[in-house]
């Protein structure tokens, strides 16, 4: 079993940043692939970001640029580094992991496990 839980979510004014965490417990943790989705009030869940068990990345267009996801040094958490954060990020964020195939790293469908979720909310 697969354990996620998120922090670091909060209010933040635009062009700010925020740090999100997000820790997992399982046996090989280290090799799944990891992910970041998001649901904007109104919207459906998307995908923000991702990190392989090679610890390739990849990125929606939408954060490009602004955003960046990495293990921790023991690769027991994943962290999404948000800066120039816009009224557009608002957002519940999720972490996910996918421990079994198949796996596309921009398909929620595909991960196994989900956190609770944190709340994002970017004033202007």
């Known amino acids: 079993q697969v354990q996620l839980v998120e922090s670091g979510g909060g209010l933040v004014q635009a062009g700010g940043s925020l740090r999100l965490s997000c820790a997992a417990t399982?046996?090989?943790?280290?090799?799944?692939?990891m992910g970041w989705f998001r649901r904007a009030p109104g919207k459906e869940r998307e995908f923000v970001a991702a990190?392989?068990?090679?610890?390739?990345?990849n990125y929606a267009d939408s954060v490009k640029g602004r955003f960046t996801i990495s293990r921790g040094n023991g690769k027991n958490t994943v962290s999404l580094q948000m800066n120039s954060l816009n009224p557009e990020d608002t957002a519940v964020y999720y972490c996910?992991?996918?421990?079994?195939?198949?796996?596309?790293?921009?398909?929620?469908?595909?991960?196994?496990?989900w956190g609770q979720g944190t709340q994002v909310t970017v004033s202007s």
């Open positions: 996910a992991a996918a421990t079994q195939p198949p796996y596309f790293y921009g398909r929620a469908d595909d991960y196994d496990y």
């Open positions: 399982g046996r090989t943790f280290s090799s799944y692939n």
């Open positions: 990190i392989s068990w090679s610890d390739s990345t």
